[in-house]
């Protein structure tokens, strides 16, 4: 046994994003990762967490809450018993020096290169290509959280000679629905999406299916591209159907639970995706899930979701009445909720820490 742990580092920041999948993320992955962790005689798990989630992992004692002092940004005490620095996103930061730390392994976890899938110019490819590339060159190994962003990295990117593992993300475990006295309260049958409301999400193709007059539609997170939340205003006006288009912004996780057990559908759109919680999320309540066939949706919907494979209005409305009386004739919610669990958090902690130990030696 070995004289002391060796200590992982999980970089939480993204944490200071409280609705958003990769506080989700942090949040999951360290807890499990606690737990699994908490009687190991070899390694421990610690958290590098801004100060409004320094409540947030029961290991409080294991928590480094970030500084902004010259202690922290300088000298970094908190890497000197760190073996393991876990970077969460290919978009984030990797702050330790190996000049400094020879003995730390660095591993990163990429989401996607969704910039190169969703209309962005050159310009802002090239340099989201860039940084992700200056995130591999000081890393060790490397985690992809499906098959499809895998391919994306091996294509786009130079990764040497490191390791690539394909993790899934688990499901994050929503909270006992509940709606309160300021929540949007459906008047019809709805549909659910849940997401930012911004181009790549293409929640506006979705509109065509309001045709049907008893439904609505609510799309819950924040406004995210003012511009695009706007146009898919303006548009609903000119369909007509604007008054049966609810634009909630960000909602609490009672709320987007209670959405989730009881709209009629989800649907999600997306251009671009590495992975998609709320699909599986959402699966968690047996309800049919209508996707797009792009990126890495059809790899995380498998045979249990619907699938767009293009946008035309005829096309959707055509996939969302055959999807709906196929899921209403075949007794599909539990073959949902089984595709649902196969994405535990649990699980994919163990699949971590086997990545880890292998960096550890």
């Known amino acids: 046994m070995p004289a002391h742990k060796k200590n992982i580092l999980l970089d939480c920041d993204l944490m200071k994003y409280p609705h958003s999948g990769l506080y989700h993320y942090?949040?999951?992955?360290g807890k499990e990762m606690g737990d699994l962790l908490r009687d190991d005689p070899e390694l421990s798990m610690k958290y590098y967490v801004p100060p409004a989630a320094s409540g947030a992992f029961r290991d409080r004692a294991n928590c480094v809450i970030?500084?902004?002092?010259?202690?922290q940004k300088v000298f970094k005490p908190y890497l000197r018993d760190c073996a393991i620095w876990h970077a969460p996103?290919?978009?984030?930061?990797?702050?330790?020096?190996?000049?400094?730390?020879?003995?730390?392994?660095?591993?990163?976890t990429i989401h996607d290169l969704n910039p190169l899938h969703e209309g962005k110019s050159k310009e802002e490819q090239t340099k989201s290509l860039a940084h992700t590339q200056s995130l591999i060159s000081k890393s060790d190994a490397i985690v992809c959280i499906s098959s499809f962003t895998r391919s994306d990295v091996v294509k786009y990117c130079d990764t040497g000679n490191r390791l690539l593992h394909v993790i899934h993300n688990g499901t994050h475990q929503v909270q006992a629905p509940e709606l309160t006295a300021g929540s949007y309260r459906p008047r019809r049958p709805f549909l659910f999406g849940m997401g930012y409301v911004n181009k790549k999400k293409n929640y506006h193709v979705l509109l065509p299916l309001l045709e049907d007059e008893s439904i609505e539609m609510i799309i819950a997170g924040r406004l995210d591209e003012p511009d695009y939340v706007n146009y898919i205003r303006a548009a609903a006006v000119a369909m007509g159907v604007a008054d049966?288009?609810?634009?909630t912004g960000p909602?609490?996780?009672?709320?987007?639970?209670?959405?989730?057990?009881?709209c009629l559908a989800f649907v999600h759109p997306s251009l671009a995706e590495g992975f998609g919680a709320p699909v599986v999320e959402v699966m968690q309540f047996g309800k049919p899930?209508?996707?797009?066939?792009?990126?890495?949706?059809?790899?995380?919907g498998g045979d249990t979701a619907f699938y767009f494979s293009?946008?035309?209005?005829?096309?959707?409305?055509?996939?969302f009445r055959d999807g709906m009386a196929h899921y209403?004739?075949?007794?599909?919610?539990?073959?949902?909720?089984l595709r649902g669990q196969s994405f535990a958090w649990k699980e994919k902690a163990k699949e971590y820490l086997a990545v880890y130990r292998s960096l550890a030696g």
């Open 251 to 262: 909602v609490s996780e009672g709320e987007k639970a209670w959405y989730y057990a009881n």
């Open 26 to 29: 942090c949040l999951n992955l």
């Open 89 to 108: 996103f290919q978009s984030g930061r990797i702050i330790p020096d190996k000049r400094k730390y020879p003995g730390l392994k660095i591993l990163l």
């Open 66 to 71: 970030e500084k902004k002092g010259i202690l």
């Open 310 to 319: 293009s946008f035309d209005r005829v096309h959707m409305q055509h996939v």
């Open 289 to 300: 899930v209508f996707l797009s066939n792009l990126t890495s949706l059809p790899e995380i």
């Open 328 to 337: 209403n004739s075949n007794g599909l919610a539990d073959q949902i909720r």
């Open 244 to 247: 049966r288009l609810s634009l």
